[in-house]
Structures are given as C-alpha cells and as structure tokens.
C-alpha cells in the first residue's frame, strides 16, 4: 500500500449540514479541492456514521479524490449518526427520495460544476444503483462495489428462494443495534439526547419486515434495479470479488445496461474495496481505476494511461487505445486451483477480458451425472463448514476443507484430463423425487485434489417450494418426480489436469439455510436426466490487463488499544455427541475497541451463535447479541447500547424475541422487548 501525501490539489474539508425539504438536515462531511474553480462532486451515502465507524475507510478516499480536483461527500441517512429525522427499513422510498435530494443539493452548490457521481460498498452500492434508476439528472456516473440488483435473491435475506437464517438474522440484528446507536453530542450538540430518544421511540426489528415477506413480493421489488435496467441513465462501473456473495449482480449488469455505459470488473476479493489489501488478494489500485471512470464522465477528460494525469492505468488489448471505455466489457480474475484454507493473503490466477457477456468465449459444457438413483438425506448440521456469508478478509471467513460436508452429502465426480477454465455461474438440471412438500436442494462444486483436500469453488440452492419461481409457493406433490433447475454463484477458476469435479448434493445447509418442516426426509436424486452444466471459458488470459500498486490518502489515525483479554475464536463448532446437537459461534470481528483522534472511544462487541439438532429441522435457533460504548471522557459523555435477538421455530411459525437497552450513563432511557410469531409461508 501506498500513503498519498502529496496532491495535484491542495484540499480541505468541512461538516456540514444538508437541508431537505421537509426541513431534515442530514449530517455530512465534505473534502474540496482549494480552487476557485467548481468541480464535479462524489457522493457516499450510508447510515454507518461518519463522524466514528466508517471514519477510517473514509479518510483512505474521500481526501484522494478531493486530491485530484473532485468535492468528495460523505453524508448520513437520515435517523443515523448525527443526521435528523427517523430511521427506516432499509433502502426506503424516503432514504431513496433523499438522495436524490442530496444529489440536486450538491449540483446546486457553487463549488461544484454540476456533475454528480454517487459510488458505494454494500449498502452504498445498492442505493447508487437505486437512486440512479430514479435517474436526477445531476447524477452522471456511478462506482458500485460488493452490491445488488436484486434485494430477494441476492442480498442478505433469501438465497434461491430459502430464509438465509446466517444473515437474515445477523445483519438484522446488527442493524437492530446500529441504528439503537446515540447521535454524538459533539457533533450533534446539545439536543442529542432529544434526537435520540425520538429515535428510540420509532425503531422496529428490520426482522419483522423481512421475514413477513417470503416471497419476491413488492417489498423486494422496491429497489431492485433488475425489474427496470433500462431506467438507469449514469454510466455504471460494477464491482464485486468471487468471494463476495452479490458478483452475480455485475454479470447481470453487464448483460443488461448500455455496452457505451457499463463496464465490469471482478476480483478474487472478499466484501471489500480492493485497494484495502485484505485477504484473499491481490489488491489493485482502486482508487486509481475509479479516477478514470469519474474523468471520463464528470470531466470529459482523457483517461489513457499516458494523458498526464498521474493516476496510471489498465488497458485493453483491443487496440482501440486505453481509454477507460475501451477496456474489454469484462474484467474479471480465473484463479488458479488451491488447497482448502479459510484465509489467502493473495490467490494466484491471470485477469481475462470479455468483450460482451453472455461471452462468445465462454461455452456451456454439460456433464451427465451417472449411476443408480440414490437418496439424499442429509444431517441437519450439514453446512457447518460453509464459511461466512460475507468474508470480510478475517482469518476463519472462508470455507476450510470440504470433506467432511462432501461425506454428508452425495457426490458425483469428473476427471479434468486437461486443464478446464470456468467462469460465471454453473447451472445443474437435478431429478428428484420428494417425500414431503417441502424441502431444500443445495449443490456445490469442488475442486478435489490427488491427496483428497476438498476446495469449495461455489455453490448454489433452492427452495424446492420455488421451483416455478421466486414469487410463489407450489408444494411439492409426495412422491412426485420432478426435474429441477437453478444456477449455482459465479466464479472463475481453472482445474488442472489430475483433479477432479466433484459436485455434492445435500438436503441441508445450516447455518446458511433455515431448514424446512420435514426436510429430514431428504429426496431421491436420480441421476438418469440429471446434468452439471460448467461455464467453460476459452483459455486466454490478457496480460495487458494491469493496475497500478494500491493507493490511499493518509490515514486517519485510530488508535486500538492493547487488551490482555484472549480474543475468542471468530467460528467454534461446539458438538454435544450424547444429544446430537451442534452449536456454532461466531465474533463477527466488527472492530472491538478504538479510540478516535477526537477523542472519541469506540467500543463494540458481538456474538452470534447457530444451533441445531442433526436429526430435527425444528430444533434450529440462531441468536446474537451485540454492545456497544460511546465514551467522551472530556466531555463528560458516556453512552451504552445493549441488544438481544433470537429466532427458533415450530412447524408453523417462527418465532422472534428482540430486546434493546440504551443508558446515558447508568440510566437506562430506553428499554423494549418485540415478541412476535411470522407464519412459515414459504420458508
């Protein structure tokens, strides 16, 4: 990593407040370059709190891009941080409509040139996406990391149509305590209190909302930019990493915006920016690739490697020059065949280029599936060894050795005489025969190697009552043979020649997914029918595709105290061989305590734990519990919130109890338990 300390700009930053016209104010942080000329203005729009726990993501960007002649703007959603008003679900009609706002606000501003860019990880990318499909005409281009365009299938709560019960709960619960969270009364003043307890007062469980909406209703629909691609109008560069869950959404994007307004690029990266260096790598110089996305459409700027601008570049080797917009529709990373681990500091592989996706140098191989029909009945713990819904680049984030989960499913292998280069998203067409209504099919390609070591290359499920489509519930008909199809995630990967593709079928995959009433019955998969079908790419790699070292503007300065506390594991498996149960627990590794140049300190703690009985669907339960401290010792200030959440079921129903306590100090202002049953609809 390279600290930038030296600018083609010199810059400054202000707080600020945004009005709206409902007279909100929303908190925000801007960086400008000093120039009596207006620039084009960057906008990051999130409700993780500007002035604490993305601070040190943002001083790495928002300086560097006010470095290099851009207004770079950090701004709180409303009912988060210091902002006013009343927080919401998530990617609200408001939160959207504010944006926009936001965006016609900045346009207007005199130091800027009228020309907006938004750009986002995870929750900024997604409302990038949505706020461009509500298409202010300000808004000229977007950068939209690790996001989705499709909030049923591919986001956090349903997985191929099941309840994903690892992060259906964990992020609502984590949700539950960020936005419990008190405004700062340093930045907020002296009503901060007074916003709080406001605040207080409207929180609901985002839990209650997502689980009463099974199916890929209106809720859902809201904000998924895949209902309309055609209503965004600012040129989209989409980003993802093979190890994050939502790259399928820039091979959708690819597919289905403009060719002259898209351009796609995947790493081998987890859920973060790919400038950060966090395992697995390589990391590029992302900072630097976005400059020439926002030159070309909010400067009208040359973006050829050598035009001056210090920034470097990638180039294509189509020989229509290395402009930003001449670079291959497609640039993604095949990774190289390695042993199982849960962590890689760097993935070996090559960058290849595609001119259109679906590409012309990707064929469809399919592989019959051969032998007797055998019957998948799969223990309830089976999905133990998946890994982290959303790898953040920690030590235990990814799946380890597969055997032990290939041994509890059925498995049918390939031999690779020669070498095989997949990438994009494999599909299987499966034969089952069902003795219940409900139930799950759950498929996962592996990478076996000569000693045995079993790596996970991707995976993929679905609900078996969704069969004929994610907007509805059809039972399965007992006894019924039916031939089902779905696509497992994307990825690229080359096997080498003497390995083998092994794909495993399972009937369970907890903690991942919640399992169905009466799931411990399994199926019968008969392989006659049934086909693997591999995304075969042709084996050209493009060497001309290449970034520059990773950049960042000098950081923050947050210090982490020593602790003489043992960390706990981030995943322990826990088995209790007498009962049969299984019981994992998670630290999510969120951050624990810092202390802000401010003076601010920052603490924060979480645990989630997965339990289930191999033999019984209904003994699932999933829990977390979260803390957090603000402290101001100066001030005096010192601020505490406490949350509880857990779901079990019954055949019927699940069955939620949250619990938020907030204090100032030793009071406690704030005290509320939500018991609620949701009817299993469709999970």
Request: hydrophobic share 35%.
């Amino acid at each position: 990593m390279r600290i930038r300390t030296s600018f083609p700009c010199e810059t400054f930053h202000e707080d600020i407040r945004v009005p709206l016209t409902d007279g909100t104010k929303l908190y925000a942080r801007v960086w400008r370059p000093l120039t009596g000329e207006p620039v084009p203005a960057l906008l990051e729009y999130l409700p993780y709190r500007l002035t604490d726990w993305t601070a040190p993501r943002d001083w790495q960007r928002h300086p560097w891009y006010a470095g290099h002649g851009y207004a770079s703007v950090r701004v709180d959603v409303r009912g988060h941080g210091n902002s006013e008003g009343l927080p919401g679900d998530e990617y609200s009609a408001t939160e959207l409509a504010d944006g926009v706002e936001v965006v016609d606000w900045l346009a207007a501003q005199p130091w800027c040139s009228g020309r907006v860019g938004m750009f986002g990880i995870s929750w900024g990318g997604f409302n990038s996406l949505q706020i461009a499909a509500l298409a202010p005409e300000p808004l000229k281009a977007v950068v939209t990391v690790c996001s989705s365009d499709d909030r049923y299938d591919n986001d956090v709560h349903y997985m191929g149509g099941s309840v994903l019960a690892v992060d259906m709960h964990a992020w609502a619960a984590t949700m539950l305590a960020f936005v419990s969270r008190p405004p700062d009364p340093a930045y907020a003043g002296a009503s901060w209190r007074d916003l709080w307890v406001e605040r207080l007062a409207s929180v609901d469980p985002f839990l209650h909302t997502w689980l009463a909406h099974q199916t890929r209703d209106e809720q859902w629909s809201r904000g998924s930019v895949c209902e309309d691609y055609s209503a965004i109008r600012a040129a989209v560069l989409a980003v993802g990493g093979w190890h994050d869950p939502y790259r399928d959404t820039v091979l959708r994007l690819v597919e289905h915006l403009p060719p002259d307004r898209v351009r796609g690029l995947i790493g081998p990266w987890s859920h973060q920016y790919p400038d950060r260096g966090l395992p697995p790598g390589p990391a590029i110089g992302f900072l630097q690739e976005t400059l020439r996305w926002w030159d070309h459409w909010l400067k009208d700027t040359d973006t050829d490697a050598d035009a001056g601008t210090g920034t470097g570049s990638s180039s294509s080797g189509s020989g229509t020059g290395s402009g930003v917009m001449s670079e291959p529709l497609l640039r993604s990373y095949v990774s190289d065949s390695h042993p199982p681990a849960t962590v890689y500091p760097v993935l070996p592989g090559r960058w290849v280029g595609d001119p259109a996706w679906p590409s012309p140098l990707v064929a469809h191989v399919p592989y019959a599936l051969q032998g007797a029909p055998v019957v998948v009945r799969s223990p309830q713990h089976t999905g133990l060894d998946a890994g982290r819904f959303f790898p953040f680049g920690n030590d235990a984030d990814l799946p380890p050795d597969q055997r032990e989960e290939d041994a509890r499913s059925v498995c049918f292998e390939f031999e690779v005489p020669e070498e095989i280069w997949v990438l994009g998203r494999p599909r299987v067409r499966l034969r089952l025969t069902s003795p219940a209504t409900r139930g799950h099919v759950v498929a996962r390609l592996c990478d076996v190697a000569p000693d045995g070591s079993s790596t996970l290359v991707t995976r993929g499920v679905l609900n078996l009552t969704a069969r004929h489509g994610r907007d509805q519930v059809v039972p399965w008909e007992p006894g019924a043979t039916e031939d089902v199809l779905f696509e497992l995630n994307g990825i690229g990967h080359a096997f080498p020649p003497g390995r083998r593709i092994r794909l495993a079928v399972s009937s369970a995959y907890w903690p991942w997914i919640w399992p169905q009433p009466g799931s411990e019955a399994g199926f019968t998969l008969t392989p006659s029918g049934s086909v693997l079908e591999l995304p075969v790419r042709a084996q050209e790699s493009d060497p001309s595709i290449v970034f520059e070292e990773p950049e960042q503007s000098a950081p923050l300065g947050v210090n982490f105290p020593a602790t003489l506390d043992e960390p706990r594991p981030e995943r322990l498996a826990v088995r209790d061989v007498a009962k049969g149960e299984w019981r994992l627990e998670v630290d999510p590794r969120y951050g624990g305590t810092r202390v802000y140049p401010d003076g601010l300190e920052f603490t924060e703690d979480a645990l989630e734990t997965y339990t289930i009985n191999e033999s019984d669907p209904l003994s699932a339960r999933t829990r977390s519990d979260w803390s957090v401290r603000l402290h101001r010792p100066e001030m005096p200030w010192d601020a505490s919130v406490e949350t509880h959440s857990e779901i079990t079921c019954d055949e019927t129903d699940f069955i939620t109890s949250n619990e938020v306590i907030c204090k100032d100090g030793d009071e406690v202002v704030f005290h509320r338990t939500w018991e609620k049953r949701i009817p299993r609809t469709a999970g």
